[in-house]
């Protein structure tokens, strides 16, 4: 079955607090996990970034729940395409604090393939993919780390 992935960024619903952030991570990793869907959600305070792939029954039901929710405004699809095979595959969901910068070259970045390229030279700019991978790969021990942003 083929994979998809899905690249959007967000605003933070005023008044937003680290508990309600906490408590749809973990709906959305228990409705991921019987989709079939596994993804990453970065989160900076004020703005998401999130990045969904699965089959694409589960990953449309997935985002129509994302589009629904109260919890940010102004959703702006970065990318939608087919992928190679998981980036994350064992994360139902994870959230990951990180700062605007990340976020902010994440929405730069070119989310027209969702591949990671086995060569790339010194003036090849990175996907978004590559970009992402970058990003979470400290936040990772094991495969299994989370980690929550403070209350800003």
Not at 14 to 39: C, E, H, I, W, Y
Not at 116 to 141: A, K, M, N, W
């Amino acid at each position: 079955m083929p994979i998809r992935a899905i690249a959007y960024t967000s605003n933070a619903s005023p008044g937003l607090s680290l508990a309600s952030v906490q408590d749809l991570v973990r709906k959305a990793a228990a409705f991921n996990m019987q989709a079939g869907v596994t993804g990453v959600l970065l989160f900076d305070g004020e703005r998401f970034f999130q990045y969904i792939e699965g089959p694409e029954d589960g990953l449309s039901v997935a985002f129509a729940r994302v589009i629904h929710s109260e919890a940010h405004t102004g959703i702006t699809e970065l990318g939608r395409a087919r992928t190679g095979g998981r980036h994350f595959p064992y994360w139902s969901m994870r959230v990951l604090s990180t700062d605007e910068r990340d976020i902010s070259k994440l929405v730069a970045s070119a989310w027209d393939s969702f591949a990671l390229r086995p060569v790339r030279d010194e003036q090849t700019l990175p996907t978004g993919v590559e970009e992402l991978s970058q990003i979470v790969l400290p936040h990772v021990v094991g495969g299994l780390s989370i980690s929550v942003p403070s209350q800003p």
